[in-house]
């Protein structure tokens, strides 16, 4: 090998005698390393010899030697190699290895060396930024986050340099920190013969081969280990090295570890891009500290007089310029969704808690409005901390600038709610004003012991006054409740104020008739309600009269200031209608007296008095009883038939117990001789039927002449006649 360098024509004779040098060190690497300042030292001929001389001498020789693959560089060590290393080296050489994936395994080297296995920035306690990153112009992975890294290798541009301005405008314009390495092509030609090798490693795993071509193998793996060792050390140095361009500016860092540099640049662009970042003063760490901004007192979140020490301050107002701002535009709306996603990003990037607890601070101090579902939720309700942060609410959740109501309509709500529910008790602040007329509305509607459901269940089957009084005022308050929107709910109090003070002092007039006037009405409906019974019997003008009074003011709208009248005209009226009943009753308990005695003697006759007397005298003396308490004309004629029927019942009761009594037993003769009984007949049973008198004659008659009396003999002639059966009696009672 040594004689066909000499002979090559390429090369001079001092480069073969380099060659013979490094022939006599190649086994004794690790007791002399082949470096350049070695092969100086040995290669002196005296002592009095230019070194420097003589090592740049001994520099092109190694340059020369290696062009022709006599000798391959390793690091900083020159390794003489033999026939066969040389046929595997010369095939490793010979291995191309696509530019892309060596800037691929180099991007992960740097990419690991930058950030270990954290790929995001940390820029505080509570800020962590995912970041895009790049190599030259090969993206890494998915390119959705606003910031990120750029790294140029100097294979960009194909070895073709950027100049300082053109590295500024790239930051600015990718939003990136540009990483620029110094033209050392060192660390990327380590990692190119570092993969030649593994490539040719992998492809002849499966061959067989000598036992030398096996350990130059075993060689060139320990070569490939060492070369990707030493490219990581040759990407720190560049990494420590390279000028960084942040926002346009090349930042002046001093060298130091590669991961201290990238953080202190990436600080600079955050600050640079998420400029109102730090309008975030007071955090809102958990939902807990959400809560608090709802239950704390109303002074301590008034948007008027707001210091700047005040917390959040510039981000409440920063909240409020950009809700007006789109709500302008009638198209757009602004939902929780869309209002995370922008103070998300550039140049806010508050945390989703910051946003929803700023949001959560305007709504305390009614500066805006939330709807869900088109209904205005309360600043009490405390599941609106639910709706701020749950994923399920924060498309539905709309929010809206509030329209401030006027103090003069606040005052007009307040002295109506005192005119109407007679309290003072009432909240300064639009939304809870709001809720409190709502709930002092729901309270006369369904709650207090006179509300209107209650009222309004008087009148089930009953007529008394006041009854569209109390359904308009029930519906003017549903209305009222229904309305969800404070502007609006304000307005519709002062729109319909005349009204509700109008249905509220018709309600109070209600109120008192129940109270104080219901007992003399109820007697009133009840006196009409006699005259109707009685409609027929009572005929007198005098006692019409004072019936058409009493219905008179039965029938009025507002009859409160009447009815004072009604007592004295009830009393008229019941003891005209008494005598009436009285006068009525005289001829029916006559009657009922002689059905009675009519009955007695004929249990007299019977001798069935012991039996039925006892009998017969409750049951008269129990229509006499309450003939005596009967309030209706009519109810006491009807008394009159019922003794008659009595009267009939009782002697056909009497009549078959003195008919079993009558008749005789049966009687038999016995005839021995034949072992037989002869019954002996007996007469057929007489029967008795009794019927009433009044019976035989239907309604009234007049007799005015023979023919009549033959008429009316004739017509009693032949109902005895259809009554009259055989062995038959009729008693006519």
């Known amino acids: 090998m040594i004689t066909n360098a000499a002979e090559n024509s390429r090369l001079q004779p001092e480069d073969v005698d380099v060659l013979k040098v490094l022939f006599l060190v190649k086994y004794i690497a690790d007791k002399l390393p082949a470096n350049l300042e070695n092969l100086s030292t040995i290669m002196l001929s005296s002592i009095g010899d230019d070194k420097l001389d003589l090592k740049k001498r001994i520099d092109e020789s190694l340059r020369r030697l290696e062009r022709e693959k006599l000798i391959i560089k390793n690091g900083e060590q020159y390794i003489f190699l033999t026939d066969e290393e040389q046929d595997v080296n010369r095939e490793i050489r010979e291995i191309n290895i696509d530019r892309s994936e060596i800037i691929e395994k180099v991007g992960d080297l740097i990419l690991s060396e930058l950030f270990g296995v954290n790929r995001k920035y940390r820029y505080s306690d509570r800020y962590d930024f995912a970041f895009n990153s790049i190599i030259d112009d090969r993206p890494r992975g998915n390119q959705k986050e606003e910031i990120g890294i750029r790294v140029l290798t100097p294979y960009y541009l194909h070895g073709g340099e950027m100049n300082h301005s053109e590295l500024g405008v790239m930051s600015v314009r990718e939003r990136n920190v540009i990483m620029h390495l110094l033209p050392d092509t060192a660390f990327i030609d380590e990692t190119e013969q570092a993969l030649q090798i ?6 002849n795993s499966g061959k067989l081969s000598t036992d030398a071509i096996e350990d130059i193998k075993t060689t060139k793996t320990r070569e490939s280990q060492q070369r990707k060792e030493r490219c990581k050390d040759l990407i720190v140095e560049a990494l420590k090295t390279a000028d960084i361009y942040v926002n346009g500016t090349k930042l002046e860092i001093k060298e130091k570890a590669p991961s201290e540099r990238v953080s202190d640049a990436f600080k600079t662009l955050v600050e640079g891009i998420y400029t109102k970042q730090s309008y975030i003063t007071s955090p809102f760490y958990s939902t807990e500290d959400l809560r608090k ?40 709306q602004v939902t929780m969704r869309s209002i995370l996603d922008l103070f998300g990003k550039a140049p806010y990037g508050w945390k989703d808690n910051d946003t929803a607890g700023v949001l959560l601070t305007l709504f305390k101090k009614q500066t805006v409005r939330l709807e869900l579902g088109g209904d205005n939720i309360a600043t009490s309700d405390l599941n609106v901390v639910n709706f701020v942060t749950k994923r399920d609410y924060t498309d539905r959740l709309v929010i809206k600038i509030r329209v401030k109501v006027s103090p003069a309509l606040l005052g007009d709500a307040k002295d109506l709610a005192k005119e109407l529910f007679g309290t003072t008790n009432l909240p ?17 509607l369904n709650e207090r012991t006179d509300s209107i459901k209650d009222l ?9 006054p006041g009854k569209d009084v109390l359904e308009h005022r029930r519906k003017l308050l549903i209305d009222i409740i229904a309305i969800n929107d404070v502007k609006s709910f304000f307005d519709a109090l002062q729109d319909r104020k005349d009204d509700l003070l109008d249905y509220e002092e018709g309600a109070q007039d209600v109120k008192k008739f129940f109270v104080h006037q219901k007992n003399i009405f109820d007697k009133a409906l009840k006196m009409l309600a006699i005259y109707e019974n ?9 006692t019409i009269k004072v019936i058409d009074e009493i219905e008179r003011i039965n029938k009025l709208q507002k009859p409160y200031a009447e009815i004072h009248k009604l007592p004295e005209l009830i009393d008229e009226f019941s003891n005209r209608f008494t005598d009436l009943l009285e006068k009525e009753c005289e001829p029916i308990e006559k009657d009922i007296r002689a059905d009675y005695e009519t009955v007695r003697m004929d249990a007299d006759t019977k001798v069935l008095t012991a039996l039925f007397a006892g009998k017969i005298g409750e049951q008269f003396d129990s229509i006499l009883e309450r003939l005596k308490h009967a309030n209706n004309i009519y109810e006491a004629i009807a008394m009159r038939t019922e003794s008659d029927r009595l009267k009939l019942r009782l002697c056909e009761e009497m009549q078959k117990e003195y008919d079993r009594w009558r008749q005789p037993k049966q009687s038999q003769t016995v005839n021995e ?14 029967k008795t039927k009794t019927i009433s008198v009044k ?7 007049q007799v005015s002449s023979e023919e009549d009396i033959d008429h009316l003999l004739s017509d009693v002639k032949q109902k005895l006649e259809a009554q009259l059966d055989e062995n038959t009696t009729i008693k006519i009672v």
Do not use: C, W
């Open 198 to 203: 593994d490539t040719y490693i992998r492809r």
């Open 695 to 701: 019976s035989l004659f239907s309604g009234t008659a």
């Open 534 to 542: 009685n409609r027929s019997y009572v005929l007198d003008e005098p």
């Open 428 to 444: 300064g602040d639009e939304d809870g004003l709001m809720a409190r007329f709502k709930d002092l509305a729901r309270n006369v």
């Open 293 to 332: 901004v709802l239950t704390a007192n109303d002074s301590q979140y008034t948007l008027q007089g707001m210091e700047v020490e005040t917390p959040n301050v510039l981000a409440i107002e920063e909240m409020v310029d950009v809700v007006i701002t789109r709500s302008s535009y009638k198209s757009v």
């Open 456 to 464: 309004l269940a008087n009148y089930a089957g009953v007529r008394y």
């Open 673 to 686: 001789g034949e072992g037989k009984y002869d019954t002996i007949p007996q007469p057929p049973v007489h």
